[in-house]
């Protein structure tokens, strides 16, 4: 599995952004290789840990249309993006199981 946590900052309320995080997170569900998010509130905005099956199905997220529409968006700015590699083992101990479990 293969972890990209995302941040960017934006002064809109949750109240104002559950329709459009809502209608991203239906999108979300099927992306190819997307295992899951936990999404985020930092104190100047928003982000959240996404995971997948893989580096290749992450970088291919990144790459798309998904993602680019999101960094496209007016008001969502300073977009920091960070790679992380998961210990499938250890994880699955503490509840995420591999991909290929699924």
């Given amino acids: 599995m ?3 946590l995302i941040t960017f900052t934006c002064a809109a309320s949750p109240d104002d952004l559950e329709k ?8 979300l569900r099927d992306q190819p290789g997307f295992l899951s ?3 985020i509130r930092t104190d100047i905005g928003y982000g959240g840990f996404h995971l997948f099956a893989d580096r290749a199905s992450a970088d291919a997220y990144l790459r798309g249309e998904l993602a680019a529409g ?6 969502f700015d300073d977009f920091v993006v960070t790679h ?9 101990m503490t509840g995420v199981q591999p991909a290929a479990a699924r």
């Fill in 2 to 4: 293969h972890s990209v």
């Fill in 20 to 27: 459009p995080f809502r209608e991203y997170a239906i999108a």
């Fill in 37 to 39: 998010k936990t999404w």
């Fill in 70 to 75: 999101l960094m496209a968006t007016d008001g």
């Fill in 84 to 92: 992380y590699d998961v210990f499938d083992e250890l994880s699955a």
